[in-house]
């Protein structure tokens, strides 16, 4: 069975009403039971006062005249008193209205320690529920009694009463206040929903040019900009997508243009030995050419295979510490003869006793593909090696006095299979920065570069040092 739906204008509404409902039902209740308290006290306090003249009264040689004006001008405000003495007789005044007095054994305890007792409503001792206090009467210092007033409480009962009406009259103008304007803010948040509704199912169907308005002044509107937020980062998610298939499509145009020509001179030179169309002595050059363009072939499979692992974080890195020199000397022995085949010099200029935290493999792997990449560019120049030691990171910089690479250029030259000039085989940076970018950036390093055109290049990588890296 299909739950019955509530609109959520009406439960907005109804939980208005409802909270402002219960908190004036819990405030009115408290305040009718502050001012019903207070009123006791005020009788009380002015029965008390009452009491303290009418002792004072009987302090002087011959009270009983100023004792009969206080009975007719407390009958007129409706209080009675009397003086009575410890067996609870009546001494003052001398008439049988006042009931018998009927205190316990608590409240004489009371009277006795010479404090005032207080009874804000008895209904038991007198015939209708009243407010009385006694006061202890001493005479040469020995307690003779007390006085006792006592007044109804029908005149607090009425003003209580009227209270309540106001009270009443005060709640419905309130809920009749507080459900208009019910009305008009449960609109005015189900619209702003009805809005963020309609964007969402703008993004639903693949629009994400929406826009809400955004406010500092509720969480709606916080909720607005975190919306325009998640649709700006789908645009630029879906944007990227496209870019990304561009750049597979790219890819796989780049792969096919680099595997072909290998293949292709492979296939002829191959075709050329079987036809016996070369010389005796060009056999052997052939033969040459077949075997670097398998390895150029291995190596562009091997790269693609290794950039793809860092991408899919396949690789596990092992990091230790290496002596900088240690790692400078054997790059500068790897790749020597690949740089005086071009007339170049390595020269390595490490910061004694530095050492570099990472993986030894890997960062022989950066720095081969860098430095290759200063020999390709650099004819008969020097290639420096250098490593030395920042506060914060350990750094280490390859710079050629080569050709330089163009200043619009140098973002580009991570990318697979860019090339500097398409018009030449031997401007490519194939996939070794691709792949020397990734490899530093799982080392939590970085990696920048500054060139010159004419004048040479210089890359510098910047590794966390053990502590930093571990924490």
Same mark, same amino acid.
Do not use: C
């Given at each position: 069975?299909?739950?019955?739906?509530?609109?959520?204008?009406?439960?907005?509404?109804?939980?208005?009403?409802?909270?402002?409902?219960?908190?004036?039902?819990?405030?009115?209740?408290?305040?009718?039971?502050?001012?019903?308290?207070?009123?006791?006290?005020?009788?009380?306090?002015?029965?008390?006062?009452?009491?303290?003249?009418?002792?004072?009264?009987?302090?002087?040689?011959?009270?009983?005249?100023?004792?009969?004006?206080?009975?007719?001008?407390?009958?007129?405000?409706?209080?009675?008193?009397?003086?009575?003495?410890?067996?609870?007789?009546?001494?003052?005044?001398?008439?049988?209205?006042?009931?018998?007095?009927?205190?316990?054994?608590?409240?004489?305890?009371?009277?006795?320690?010479?404090?005032?007792?207080?009874?804000?409503?008895?209904?038991?001792?007198?015939?209708?529920?009243?407010?009385?206090?006694?006061?202890?009467?001493?005479?040469?210092?020995?307690?003779?009694?007390?006085?006792?007033?006592?007044?109804?409480?029908?005149?607090?009962?009425?003003?209580?009463?009227?209270?309540?009406?106001?009270?009443?009259?005060?709640?419905?103008?309130?809920?009749?206040?507080?459900?208009?304007?019910?009305?008009?803010?449960?609109?005015?948040?189900?619209?702003?929903?009805?809005?963020?509704?309609?964007?969402?199912?703008?993004?639903?169907? +693949?629009?994400?040019?929406?826009?809400? !308005? *955004?406010?500092?002044?509720?969480?709606? #509107? =916080?909720?607005? @900009?975190?919306?325009?937020?998640?649709?700006?980062?789908?645009?630029?998610?879906?944007?990227?997508?496209?870019?990304?298939?561009?750049?597979?499509?790219?890819?796989?145009?780049?792969?096919?243009?680099?595997?072909?020509?290998?293949?292709?001179?492979?296939?002829?030179?191959?075709?050329?030995?079987?036809?016996?169309?070369?010389?005796?002595?060009?056999?052997?050059?052939?033969?040459?050419?077949?075997?670097?363009?398998?390895?150029?072939?291995?190596?562009?499979?091997?790269?693609?295979?290794?950039?793809?692992?860092?991408?899919?974080?396949?690789?596990?890195?092992?990091?230790?510490?290496?002596?900088?020199?240690?790692?400078?000397?054997?790059?500068?022995?790897?790749?020597?003869?690949?740089?005086?085949?071009? +007339?170049?010099?390595?020269?390595?200029? !490490? *910061?004694?006793?530095?050492?570099?935290? #990472? =993986?030894?493999? @890997?960062?022989?792997?950066?720095?081969?593909?860098?430095?290759?990449?200063?020999?390709?560019?650099?004819?008969?120049?020097?290639?420096?090696?250098?490593?030395?030691?920042?506060?914060?990171?350990?750094?280490?910089?390859?710079?050629?006095?080569?050709?330089?690479?163009?200043?619009?250029?140098?973002?580009?030259?991570?990318?697979?299979?860019?090339?500097?000039?398409?018009?030449?085989?031997?401007?490519?940076?194939?996939?070794?920065?691709?792949?020397?970018?990734?490899?530093?950036?799982?080392?939590?390093?970085?990696?920048?570069?500054?060139?010159?055109?004419?004048?040479?290049?210089?890359?510098?990588?910047?590794?966390?040092?053990?502590?930093?890296?571990?924490?």
């Amino acid at each position: 069975m299909k739950k019955p739906r509530i609109k959520y204008f009406y439960q907005l509404i109804g939980s208005h009403l409802s909270i402002l409902l219960i908190a004036l039902l819990i405030l009115s209740i408290l305040f009718v039971q502050y001012v019903e308290e207070f009123a006791y006290e005020e009788k009380a306090g002015e029965l008390e006062r009452y009491g303290e003249q009418i002792l004072r009264e009987l302090e002087r040689p011959r009270p009983g005249t100023d004792l009969q004006t206080y009975v007719s001008l407390l009958k007129a405000q409706g209080i009675d008193f009397i003086v009575f003495d410890q067996q609870s007789r009546v001494l003052y005044p001398f008439s049988e209205a006042f009931p018998p007095i009927d205190l316990t054994e608590e409240e004489w305890n009371i009277i006795e320690q010479g404090e005032t007792l207080v009874v804000n409503r008895d209904v038991e001792r007198f015939e209708n529920t009243m407010t009385f206090v006694a006061l202890p009467y001493v005479s040469d210092g020995e307690l003779v009694g007390g006085v006792l007033l006592a007044s109804p409480v029908s005149g607090t009962r009425e003003m209580i009463s009227e209270l309540n009406k106001t009270l009443v009259t005060a709640i419905l103008i309130a809920l009749a206040v507080a459900l208009l304007l019910s009305l008009l803010l449960s609109k005015l948040h189900v619209s702003r929903i009805q809005r963020m509704q309609k964007a969402t199912s703008m993004i639903t169907n +693949g629009r994400y040019d929406v826009n809400l !308005p *955004e406010t500092n002044f509720d969480e709606i #509107g =916080d909720l607005s @900009r975190d919306f325009n937020k998640m649709a700006n980062k789908l645009q630029q998610s879906n944007e990227e997508i496209e870019r990304l298939e561009n750049r597979r499509r790219q890819f796989m145009a780049d792969v096919s243009h680099e595997m072909r020509t290998p293949l292709t001179t492979i296939a002829g030179v191959v075709e050329g030995l079987r036809n016996n169309m070369f010389e005796e002595d060009q056999r052997e050059k052939g033969i040459r050419l077949v075997s670097d363009e398998t390895k150029r072939l291995i190596r562009l499979v091997n790269e693609n295979l290794d950039y793809e692992k860092i991408r899919s974080n396949q690789v596990t890195l092992t990091k230790e510490e290496i002596e900088s020199e240690e790692l400078l000397e054997i790059i500068q022995e790897h790749l020597y003869l690949q740089a005086e085949e071009k +007339g170049n010099h390595i020269e390595i200029e !490490p *910061e004694a006793g530095t050492v570099i935290y #990472g =993986d030894m493999d @890997r960062l022989i792997q950066i720095l081969t593909n860098i430095v290759k990449n200063s020999i390709q560019f650099t004819d008969h120049g020097q290639i420096f090696l250098r490593a030395f030691r920042e506060p914060a990171h350990m750094v280490i910089e390859v710079e050629d006095t080569g050709a330089g690479i163009e200043v619009e250029e140098i973002d580009l030259i991570w990318r697979r299979f860019y090339k500097t000039d398409f018009s030449r085989g031997s401007g490519q940076f194939g996939l070794g920065l691709s792949i020397v970018k990734q490899l530093v950036t799982l080392h939590d390093g970085d990696i920048q570069v500054e060139s010159i055109k004419g004048q040479g290049t210089k890359f510098t990588i910047r590794l966390p040092h053990k502590k930093d890296s571990e924490a």
